[in-house]
């Protein structure tokens, strides 16, 4: 199935893309559309120049923690989707899981900035003999995963340089065990 981004200016496209349905993954309006869908959308918004982190900030504020909280869980829905298609879910016990879970909040937003300009592409297709756009998910950057996570980690290492390895190698558990999160 072929999706479109939204076809409006980019000052209402932000408010179609700041809501529960984009980042309340246990809310009833994230069935409204399906996660590539909003992959898509999200791509559309951020190739326009649209600011995702702006987009979540303003949707954070003011929400209770409780919803807060699950603003990171979409957002790695979406990396995963992006970067691994269906090999990986959030829930997963793999290094390279964990390493996505390592990132701050600024990191993360950056990371999935970068992922649905790089991996959202437009595309034709025929349908019925006619000619027709769609937009597909296809993971297409020369660098892997990892490599991007490896450029990601010396940034922060160069930015941080008082951080503990102690503190760096439990942020999953800090950040993603329910305890605190990012928002």
Known sequence: MYYKPFDVPL????????RRE??????TEWGWSSVEEKIIRL???VQQGGNLKK??????????????GRIQY?????????????????????????????L????????????????????YYMEQGTIKEGWEIKYDNPKTPDELLDKIDRQHRRKYP??????????????WGYKQYLW
């Not at 879910?89 to 290094?95: A, D, E, T």
């Not at 909040?105 to 595309?123: A, G, H, N």
Request: aromatic share 14%; hydrophobic share 30%.
């Open 11 to 18: 000052n209402e496209y932000e408010g179609l893309v700041c």
């Open 22 to 27: 984009y980042w309340d993954g246990l809310g």
């Open 43 to 45: 791509a559309g918004f």
């Open 55 to 68: 987009v979540i900030n303003h949707y954070a504020k003011g929400r209770d923690e409780e919803y807060r």
């Open 74 to 102: 979409c957002i790695m829905d979406y990396i995963l989707k992006l970067m691994t298609g269906d090999r990986f879910h959030i829930h997963s016990k793999v290094p390279f899981v964990d390493r996505i879970k390592r």
């Open 104 to 123: 701050t909040k600024e990191e993360l937003v950056k990371l999935l900035s970068d992922q649905l300009k790089e991996s959202v592409r437009k595309t």
């Open 162 to 175: 008082d951080e503990t390895y102690y503190e760096w190698s439990h942020r999953p558990e800090k950040w």
